[in-house]
């Protein structure tokens, strides 16, 4: 299997292990498989009885053909391990008759991100011996909060990598804070500045293009990496979760094989759904795939007219991972239905006006597929409560949005197909927002407003999130977004 950008006509191909390694293309585009592999009925019915490693290992065998079965089973294993995913990997919750909730957030920092951090940099460490590279991987990672702690944990002590993570100050919540302060590992490194989310992103970037930089850190024997939710090696573990919940889906008898399921998506950068798509190109039996967002209603509106506009206020919302008005993503989907030529252009528009509009033939395309519906602030609020009522489920703020796009969708079609609603990230994660949309007042303290939620509602909190505030604090370090290059110097001695 080979690779290619999505905007490269001259279609130059490249091997999973190289694009792993490079995240991105040369000409800013998306790596994309060059064709969709199968997945059969009979293949889908032997997963039915292996465990999710295996599962695992059997999906990413078909896009990462130069890793060996052994290599991908060896990192399946360790990656989706029962001491690091409590509970199972993905297990599936029926919430009804029709939803049921796909949770992703078992892992080791308690949202979906782990599913694919915590695989991809074993696959970047070995793609480093297959593309003979010798230098050591630095990850520079800015982060406005769930993805710098979920690649932390994902890259610790991974062999030839070394990880440094930006965050804002005080644009991070008390507990995502203290989670990155109190990591743990002996290549890591974690450093807050003075700025915000775009200060920081801004810096890393600007320390990536830095020819000066990049020698430096050649001499030292480094070169610079991206955990970017952009990468392939992020992308194909995503496809996993979805195979697997058909298979329980059947275990439970709740589909005949070759029967379809529907599956709602909290959105922001558009990987998760879009592994979902390929999900489905390979021939997992899905009907619908419905694109749920908060009121940063962008691709909602995208699904409905065909016109991505960028031009909009930007909204701060309590799902903030979903808090996005560029879904990098779109650009793969965009390939698939319109192909290298129309990509290029639609993302030039998009570049220089902050919008394109797909034609016709893509529009239908992309209609046969998908639907779009949002769920503002006080509309998720409500559904987190009115779950709680209905079916006895404490869900966060994003997996909210998405069972009421779910809900929003079943009520206008009829379509009682199982819903499978991907459910991004642990309640208390979000605890405050979570525990003032149950109970209509925010906890005095953030640490404490995790004791009182699972006071209140018979629920625990998750292994990673338990006794936060009693954790050795390691990394305090606060510079100017300015010199965040004197940083990583230092870091590296
Ligand atoms: C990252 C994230 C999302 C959005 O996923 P995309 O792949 O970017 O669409 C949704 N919910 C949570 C909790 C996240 O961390």
Redesign the pocket.
């Known amino acids: 299997m080979k690779f290619q950008s999505t905007r490269d006509q001259s279609a130059a191909k490249f091997s999973a292990a190289q694009v792993i390694k490079q995240g991105l293309a040369a000409d800013g585009g998306l790596f994309v498989p060059e064709s969709i592999p199968t997945l059969t009925a009979d293949e889908i019915k032997a997963l039915c009885s292996a465990d999710y490693p295996t599962r695992a290992a059997k999906i990413l065998g078909k896009f990462l053909t130069d890793y060996t079965e052994e290599e991908l089973l060896a990192d399946c294993r360790a990656a989706y391990a029962p001491t690091s995913f409590v509970g199972g990997a993905a297990p599936l919750v029926a919430l009804d008759d029709t939803i049921h909730s796909l949770e992703l957030w078992h892992g080791p920092t308690a ?3 782990d599913m694919a951090l915590q695989i991809m940099p074993r696959l970047l460490s070995r793609a480093l011996t297959k593309t003979g590279e010798e230098r050591t991987a630095l990850i520079l990672v800015a982060t406005s909060g ?1 993805t710098g702690k979920a690649a932390l944990e994902g890259y610790k002590d991974i062999d030839r990598i070394k990880i440094a993570v930006f965050y804002p100050v005080d644009g991070v919540s008390r507990v995502q804070k203290l989670q990155m302060q109190t990591q743990t590992g002996d290549n890591v490194y974690v450093c807050a500045i003075n700025g915000n989310f775009d200060d920081a992103q801004t810096g890393v970037k600007k320390i990536f293009s830095d020819d000066q930089a990049s020698k430096y850190l050649d001499e030292k024997g480094y070169f610079f990496s991206s955990a970017n ?1 952009i990468n392939w090696g992020r992308l194909a573990p995503q496809i996993v979760y979805y195979v697997s919940a058909y298979c329980d889906l059947l275990n439970a008898g709740k589909l005949k094989m070759g029967e379809k399921m529907n599956v709602t998506v ?8 879009f592994a979902a798509y390929l999900a489905k190109l390979m021939g997992l039996p899905i009907d619908r795939l419905v694109c749920a967002s908060n009121k940063n209603n962008i691709l909602t509106d995208f699904l409905r007219t065909g016109t991505y506009d960028r031009n909009r206020d930007f909204h701060l919302t309590m799902s903030p ?2 808090d996005i008005l560029i879904s990098s993503n779109l650009e793969r989907l965009i390939y698939f239905t319109a192909g290298t030529e129309r990509t290029a252009k639609y993302m030039a528009s998009l570049n220089k006006t902050g919008a394109y509009t797909v034609d016709a033939d893509v529009k239908n395309k992309i209609d046969e597929s998908f639907c779009g519906y949002f769920a503002d602030e006080e509309e998720t609020a409500k559904t987190i409560r009115r779950t709680m009522e209905r079916c006895g489920y404490l869900a966060d703020t ?1 997996t909210a949005v998405a069972l009421s796009a779910a809900e929003q969708y079943i009520a206008e079609t009829g379509d009682r197909k199982p819903m499978v609603v991907a459910s ?2 642990s309640p208390y994660k979000f605890a405050n927002d979570v525990y003032n949309s149950l109970y209509g007042e925010t906890p005095s303290d953030p640490l404490a407003a995790l004791d009182e939620l699972s006071e209140k509602t018979a629920t625990e909190i998750p292994y990673p999130l338990r006794g936060i505030g009693e954790r050795k604090v390691r990394f305090e370090d606060v510079v100017p977004s300015a010199n965040m290059w004197e940083a990583v110097q230092k870091y590296l001695g």
């Open positions: 949202a979906f991100k769930d939710s909290p959105t922001g950068n558009f990987g998760n759904i991972s979903m994003h991004t990230a």
